[in-house]
């Protein structure tokens, strides 16, 4: 991470999960960071109780500012049902709680960490999506509670970052799409074999946001890239 200051510090929320540890393992791996904070779900934090949330972000305040924050939460397949493959299976809880977890969960944490990002330089606040979630990218169809809510969660990052140009305008706003990777979210749709390592998507990633230019005049800070660097329709 060449675009932050030296001793640059981070938080990693999600970060017992797959790609959330391997994030963590490569930010304390980082010369030039001087501390990653993890926040998960074994630390009492929980998507759905803003409570927590809140009591997590008072948590990390204690080192603030940070220059980068990474959330790494999300789920496609919850309480045991995975994405629907057409409108048959459309079900309201289920697409409730595809909200709650990949929209509503995320826009919360936005709400109380993007309070502790830095304000005198360069910051990142990265947010893990995905390519299906694209409008533009949509070639395929079906999996619509997922595909619909992280559609949702890029608007709400979106938002996120024209108003940070206003009270932070050195700070960026990225969605991730981190490739497919070996973990249990892709297990039960895609052979390991063909899926990335998750350090693989996690060093990609990091190197696509120090890649990132800075906001200028006439340009918010809101970015949609992959694993490569490459940028994503919204």
């Given at each position: 991470?060449?675009?932050?200051?030296?001793?640059?510090?981070?938080?990693?929320?999600?970060?017992?999960?797959?790609?959330?540890?391997?994030?963590?393992?490569?930010?304390?791996?980082?010369?030039?960071?001087?501390?990653?904070?993890?926040?998960?779900?074994?630390?009492?934090?929980?998507?759905?109780?803003?409570?927590?949330?809140?009591?997590?972000?008072?948590?990390?305040?204690?080192?603030?500012?940070?220059?980068?924050?990474?959330?790494?939460?999300?789920?496609?397949?919850?309480?045991?049902?995975?994405?629907?493959?057409?409108?048959?299976?459309?079900?309201?809880?289920?697409?409730?709680?595809?909200?709650?977890?990949?929209?509503?969960?995320?826009?919360?944490?936005?709400?109380?960490?993007?309070?502790?990002?830095?304000?005198?330089?360069?910051?990142?606040?990265?947010?893990?999506?995905?390519?299906?979630?694209?409008?533009?990218?949509?070639?395929?169809?079906?999996?619509?509670?997922?595909?619909?809510?992280?559609?949702?969660?890029?608007?709400?990052?979106?938002?996120?970052?024209?108003?940070?140009?206003?009270?932070k305008p050195l700070?960026?706003?990225?969605?991730?799409?981190?490739?497919?990777?070996a973990s249990p979210l892709t297990q039960?749709?895609?052979?390991?074999?063909?899926?990335?390592?998750?350090?693989?998507?996690?060093?990609?990633?990091?190197?696509?946001?120090?890649?990132?230019?800075?906001?200028?005049?006439?340009?918010?800070?809101?970015?949609?890239?992959?694993?490569?660097?490459?940028?994503?329709?919204?």
């Amino acid at each position: 991470m060449q675009s932050l200051n030296e001793g640059f510090r981070a938080v990693v929320m999600g970060s017992t999960g797959t790609i959330g540890a391997a994030f963590v393992d490569a930010l304390k791996h980082n010369p030039r960071c001087a501390g990653v904070v993890e926040m998960s779900r074994r630390d009492g934090m929980l998507l759905e109780d803003e409570d927590s949330i809140k009591a997590a972000a008072a948590y990390c305040a204690k080192g603030a500012p940070f220059q980068l924050i990474i959330d790494a939460t999300g789920a496609l397949t919850i309480d045991g049902h995975g994405p629907e493959k057409h409108l048959g299976a459309l079900n309201a809880a289920q697409l409730a709680r595809q909200f709650e977890v990949n929209t509503i969960g995320p826009a919360l944490l936005l709400k109380h960490f993007v309070p502790l990002l830095d304000s005198q330089q360069r910051a990142i606040y990265a947010k893990l999506s995905a390519r299906v979630g694209s409008i533009a990218d949509n070639r395929l169809g079906g999996w619509y509670g997922y595909r619909a809510a992280k559609a949702a969660l890029n608007m709400v990052l979106q938002s996120a970052a024209i108003e940070l140009a206003r009270r932070k305008p050195l700070a960026l706003v990225a969605a991730m799409q981190p490739g497919t990777v070996a973990s249990p979210l892709t297990q039960p749709f895609v052979n390991p074999a063909d899926c990335l390592l998750p350090s693989t998507a996690a060093q990609g990633l990091l190197a696509a946001l120090d890649g990132l230019p800075a906001p200028h005049k006439g340009h918010v800070g809101a970015y949609f890239v992959d694993h490569q660097g490459r940028s994503i329709p919204w």
